[in-house]
């Protein structure tokens, strides 16, 4: 499967943003998405993830109350709602889909998008 994240970009403190990651080539339906992201110097780190129905969501504690992961699965594409976005969260957020797991380790993932900057300026 092939997948394309878009929407990134540079916004204040306390703005909010939307990111997208459009699927192909695959039963986007069988998949979990993830989304991950790493900030310069650091490494790659869980976001939240969103399980095969939609109706089952996990978020890292960093983000958990701010971000939101959603999916339409007729058209093949899952979102990051980021608001209230803190400095902090500047990194290069990146999609990712897997068939099984628990959704939450870089390593049970099969499949990444090329990754979309978001830059949060104080």
């Known amino acids: 499967v092939q997948l394309q994240a878009s929407g990134g970009g540079l916004v204040q403190a306390g703005g909010s943003l939307r990111l997208s990651c459009a699927a192909s080539?695959?039963?986007?339906?069988?998949?979990?998405m993830g989304w991950f992201r790493q900030a310069p110097g650091k490494e790659r780190e869980f976001v939240g993830c969103?399980?095969?129905?939609?109706?089952?969501?996990y978020y890292a504690d960093s983000v958990k109350g701010r971000f939101t992961i959603s999916r339409d699965n007729a058209k093949n594409t899952v979102f990051l709602q980021m608001n209230s976005l803190k400095p902090e969260d500047t990194a290069v957020y990146y999609c990712?889909?897997?068939?099984?797991?628990?959704?939450?380790?870089?390593?049970?993932?099969?499949?990444w998008g090329q990754g979309t900057l978001v830059t949060v300026s104080s």
């Open positions: 080539g695959g039963t986007f339906s069988s998949y979990i």
């Open positions: 990712a889909a897997t068939r099984s797991g628990g959704g939450r380790r870089i390593y049970e993932y099969d499949y």
């Open positions: 969103i399980l095969w129905s939609g109706g089952i969501t």
